[in-house]
């Protein structure tokens, strides 16, 4: 935690200048980085209280001082779309992969989320908060700002609220803004395989008003995709979960287009995440929507599927957001520097556009965008200070390096 009063100085870039605009960044906007040469940030009860050039700084009695010379100070990186807490990892079935079998081979052999499920079950809330603990720390000196964290290795009503007592731990102990998601229906648990729609019945008539009695989540998603859940299945559990006021964040298109993008924005989904397959009417679904996509290019990085089309929905102007996805089976990296690294290199994003969409869009998508995401008056200060470097492009370039030198909450 930093001081109650605190002077960044020397800034030699603070970047992200800008108000929070009514809508995430698309066209012009997204494709520019404001910022301030030689600046200065003052920081009061964990708040940005000025910021300018460092010639109009003025006195600065009463703070504690950080020199940053030769470094880049930007908000911190904003990851809404995690899978946080859970037990053991699945390195047999990274082994697995090395060896030739796909993630859909893995999964049919009760591999995948399936395993994760049963080890979850197994395992005590202590032992969950502590491992999601130390990774929440891993995050937070990556640079992350603010996380989602979801649900969805619970896939019993027991286990699912286990997982969100778990998570409301991990925000009580947080320096960082967490938002909860709840995801029941990540898969089909083996007991239900011949009649899923009887979990989706169990989610909506017995899981569902317990998660919404709890007051944890704010968020429900679904793994809208085949082999796991329909359109008509997803519509019915978003149905039930507007009832409760709980907003839809969609894992949708990872493998195969099933109409799932216009399932998600007609129950007007805050996101959809994932978007690797696309076809010419996900993209009108989206253009004519207030929903973000959402790409996860370490996903696409670790189990090596194509990445997120993020040209032609830039071309669209729909809004796009970054974020790791992490999770022990298809992305175990919280590294948000990473993430806009892939983003440059294999989807061809500017560096301006990929930070853009790793921080001010990023906010958007957990409705974090009047606390975060830029520098502006009164936002919270959580905040990045690179090592030394000369261009925010060294972020993408020095992409094996960790550029983060200290990160402010």
Same mark, same amino acid.
Do not use: W
């Given at each position: 935690?930093?001081a109650?009063?605190?002077?960044? +100085?020397h800034?030699a870039?603070?970047l992200?200048?800008r108000?929070?605009?009514e809508k995430?960044?698309?066209?012009?906007d997204?494709?520019e980085l404001?910022?301030?040469?030689?600046a200065?940030?003052k920081?009061?009860?964990g708040?940005?209280?000025?910021?300018g050039? @460092?010639?109009?700084?003025?006195? *600065?009695?009463?703070?504690?001082? *950080?020199?940053?010379?030769?470094?880049?100070?930007?908000?911190?990186?904003?990851?809404?779309h995690?899978?946080?807490?859970?037990a053991g990892?699945?390195t047999?079935e990274f082994?697995?992969?090395?060896?030739?079998?796909?993630y859909?081979?893995?999964?049919e052999?009760?591999?995948? *989320?399936?395993n994760?499920a049963?080890l979850l079950?197994?395992?005590?809330e202590?032992?969950?908060?502590?491992?999601a603990?130390d990774?929440?720390?891993?995050a937070?000196?990556?640079g992350?700002?603010?996380?989602?964290?979801?649900?969805?290795?619970g896939?019993s009503?027991?286990?699912e609220?286990?997982?969100?007592?778990?998570?409301?731990r991990?925000r009580?102990?947080? =320096? *960082?803004?967490i938002?909860?998601?709840?995801?029941?229906?990540h898969?089909?648990p083996t007991?239900?395989k011949?009649n899923?729609?009887?979990?989706?019945d169990?989610?909506i008539?017995e899981?569902?008003p317990?998660v919404a009695?709890?007051?944890i989540?704010e968020?429900i998603? %679904?793994?809208?995709?085949?082999?796991y859940?329909?359109?008509?299945?997803?519509?019915?559990?978003?149905?039930?979960?507007?009832q409760?006021?709980?907003k839809?964040?969609?894992? %949708?298109n990872?493998f195969? +287009?099933?109409?799932?993008?216009?399932?998600?924005?007609?129950h007007g989904a805050?996101?959809?995440?994932?978007?690797?397959?696309?076809?010419p009417?996900?993209?009108?679904?989206l253009?004519?929507s207030?929903? %973000?996509?959402?790409?996860l =290019?370490?996903?696409?990085?670790?189990?090596?599927i194509p990445?997120?089309p993020?040209?032609?929905l @830039?071309?669209?102007n729909?809004?796009?957001?970054?974020?790791?996805?992490?999770?022990?089976?298809t992305?175990?990296?919280?590294? @948000?520097?990473f993430?806009v690294?892939?983003?440059?290199?294999?989807?061809k994003l500017t560096a301006e556009?990929?930070?853009?969409a790793?921080?001010l869009?990023?906010?958007?998508?957990l409705?974090?965008?009047?606390?975060?995401g830029?520098i502006a008056?009164g936002?919270?200060?959580?905040?990045?200070?690179t090592?030394? @470097?000369r261009s925010?492009w060294?972020?993408p370039?020095?992409f094996?390096?960790? =550029?983060?030198?200290?990160?402010?909450?």
């Open positions: 935690m930093t109650t009063k605190t002077v960044l +100085t800034i870039q603070l992200q200048v108000e929070t605009p995430p960044l698309v066209g012009t997204f494709n404001p910022l301030l040469e030689n200065y940030l920081i009061s009860d708040r940005i209280e000025a910021f050039h @460092m010639e109009n700084l003025g006195s *600065i009695e009463g703070y504690t001082e *950080i020199d940053c010379s030769h470094r880049l100070v930007l908000p911190a990186y904003i990851d809404s995690t899978h946080l807490v859970y990892d699945r047999p082994a697995n992969r090395i060896q030739g079998l796909t859909a081979e893995i999964a052999k009760g591999g995948g *989320i399936l994760s049963a079950a197994k395992t005590d202590e032992t969950l908060f502590q491992a603990y990774r929440l720390q891993q937070i000196q990556l992350t700002g603010a996380i989602e964290i979801k649900t969805g290795y896939l009503t027991e286990a609220l286990k997982m969100l007592r778990v998570i409301e991990l009580a102990a947080s =320096p *960082i803004p938002k909860a998601t709840y995801l029941a229906a898969a089909v007991a239900f011949s899923p729609d009887a979990y989706v169990l989610i008539n899981t569902l317990q009695a709890l007051e989540a968020y998603d %679904v793994f809208l995709e085949t082999n859940f329909n359109s008509a299945q997803t519509e019915r559990i978003l149905a039930a979960a507007a409760y006021q709980l839809p964040k969609i894992h %949708v990872q195969t +287009t099933i109409g799932g993008i216009t399932t998600a924005v007609k805050l996101s959809v995440d994932h978007l690797e397959v696309m076809a009417e996900d993209y009108d679904a253009a004519n207030k929903t %973000v996509a959402v790409a =290019p370490s996903c696409s990085f670790f189990i090596q990445y997120t993020v040209k032609e @830039m071309q669209r729909i809004p796009l957001v970054l974020a790791t996805d992490f999770n022990p089976g992305s175990p990296s919280l590294n @948000m520097n993430v690294a892939l983003a440059c290199i294999q989807m556009q990929a930070l853009n790793a921080t869009n990023a906010a958007f998508a409705e974090l965008q009047h606390e975060l830029s008056v936002k919270r200060a959580q905040l990045i200070v090592k030394p @470097m925010y060294e972020i370039y020095y094996g390096n960790n =550029p983060i030198e200290r990160a402010i909450y």
